[in-house]
């Protein structure tokens, strides 16, 4: 019997299963895309001392099919690393737990945590590709995990068409209606990073997938810099990671000057 003919076949059908394994893989991976910049402030710094400022970071990811039930549709995981000459002090405000936070408008926020708060911003979700969600952001201090210090990623939103919601005035701001708790973990990186704040299982905590997040982190000495590096460049990278498990990692630098 000659079985050429049939092993033939099957070789060229697992040539074409091969080919779209690979072309599905590649569509899967582009279902999303992100990008992200920073800034520290003052690009001044010294050589060898830590010097506070304010760091600044914008998230920006879009979704070719929004959803978190959507392979690809929703981040699940972002890893922001620091550069090694940057310092985060989680002892320069007190801690709030997050037990305080959940469910609560900014004011009530506020009102438990203000202290602790070391950062605010606006970001907004995708309403499953019908409309957009704005919201408002807020950073607080929080308590050790596992010997790493933790920061909760407070988000008041306003789930509606039209979205409309005022970031002002905090401590006195009861807009919105819902709140979205997020927890990132700064954990040990390797050089030229010296942290990563990991902020995991996004999509349990968010209802819709998040797109945008603006913030700025500036509270006494909660985070300082060094201007140490030779090339005299500070360095952070961004990691995605969405639930259809694939990543996307972005690199940025700022110059910085000794002074």
Known sequence: MNLKPRRRKY???????????????VALAANA??????KFSPATAPKTTFKP?????????????????????ATERTQIFLDKNFKI??????????????????????????DARVGKGTATANANGAF????????????????NPTL?????????NPSVISCDDPAHNNQGNGTVLLKGVLKPATAPYGKVLDVNHITQS????????KT????GNYVSAKCAAADRLWRMKTTWTYNNNTKKTVSKTQPCTVG
């Open 216 to 219: 700025t982190i500036s509270k």
């Open 89 to 114: 002090n989680p002892n320069a405000t007190p801690k709030c737990s997050p037990t305080k936070l959940a469910g609560k408008s900014m004011a009530q926020a506020m009102k438990a945590c203000g």
């Open 132 to 147: 957009i969600i704005n919201g408002c952001v807020l950073l607080f201090n929080g308590p050790t995990q596992s010997g």
């Open 33 to 38: 895309s992100s990008t992200f910049t920073f």
């Open 206 to 213: 968010a209802s819709f997938p998040l797109e945008v997040f």
């Open 11 to 25: 070789v060229l059908l697992g040539v074409a299963c091969a080919c779209v394994l690979a072309v599905a893989g």
């Open 152 to 160: 909760n990623v407070f988000t008041r939103i306003r789930a509606a």
């Open 53 to 73: 400022g304010s760091l600044m970071v914008n998230l920006d990811t879009h979704y070719t099919n929004p959803g978190n039930n959507v392979p690809g549709g």
